[in-house]
Nanobody
Framework: VQLQASGGGLVEPGGSLRLSCAAS????????IGWYRQVPGNNRDMVAI???????MYADSVKGRFTISRDSAKNTMNLQMNNLKPEDTAVYYC?????????WGQGTLVTVSS
């Protein structure tokens, strides 16, 4: 599976961004999907995941502000981010996974600053 992430950029605190990750090579239908983020010098942390049987989990820090979704028709996964805070600044990575393997997108930078 090849993953191409897009949608990052600079936004002011309180603003919104929508990240997308287009998958090619295989359908996302039988994979769990996830968004992770990483600040230089820190670990890559889970932001949101959606399992292949449609269970969703969010990091406590983004609950109520971020929404993960998948578009089966377009074979894409999305992360809607609202009410962004400076501490959300990071490189965001999309991931797809099953019991046997996982794939990462290339990362897209989100900067929240006034």
């Amino acid at each position: 599976v090849q993953l191409q992430a897009s949608g990052g950029g600079l936004v002011e605190p309180g603003g919104s961004l929508r990240l997308s990750c287009a998958a090619s090579g295989r359908s996302l239908e039988n994979y769990g999907i996830g968004w992770y983020r990483q600040v230089p010098g820190n670990n890559r942390d889970m932001v949101a995941i959606n399992t292949s049987d449609n269970k969703t989990m969010y990091a406590d820090s983004v609950k109520g502000r971020f929404t993960i979704s998948r578009d089966s028709a377009k074979n894409t996964m999305n992360l809607q981010m609202n009410n962004l805070k400076p501490e959300d600044t990071a490189v965001y990575y999309c991931q797809v996974a099953n019991a046997f393997t996982h794939f990462w997108g290339q990362g897209t930078l989100v900067t929240v600053s006034s």
